[in-house]
């Protein structure tokens, strides 16, 4: 099963669980699947069905293009990424 890293922003929900393991073959049927164990996981990372602007998903330690849509395998390792700005 995919291993997911819970964000801080998002721990509330999971009862302070950092990782978990959820069976899902995308991001989206990942987020499902997270937001039925952890009720209001959607809402914090999704907005009108794309994950929310400043967020991003990594796979496996690459930043997918692919958003929602991305693939996952049985071993892949997920983390959402809040876009950190500065100049």
């Known amino acids: 099963m995919p291993h997911v890293h819970i964000p801080a922003p ?6 302070g669980e950092v990782d978990v393991e959820v ?14 164990r952890f009720p209001g996981f959607a ?8 994950l929310k ?3 991003r998903v990594a796979i496996d330690g690459h930043i997918s293009p692919m958003g929602v ?3 996952l395998e ?10 950190i700005g500065g100049g």
């Open 10 to 15: 998002a721990r509330d929900l999971t009862g």
């Open 23 to 36: 069976e899902a073959s995308s991001v989206r049927r990942l987020i499902g699947a997270l937001d039925l």
């Open 69 to 71: 849509l991305a693939r």
């Open 53 to 55: 602007p400043g967020l």
């Open 43 to 50: 809402d914090r990372v999704l907005e009108e069905g794309e």
């Open 74 to 83: 049985t071993d892949s390792q997920v983390h959402f990424l809040t876009a």
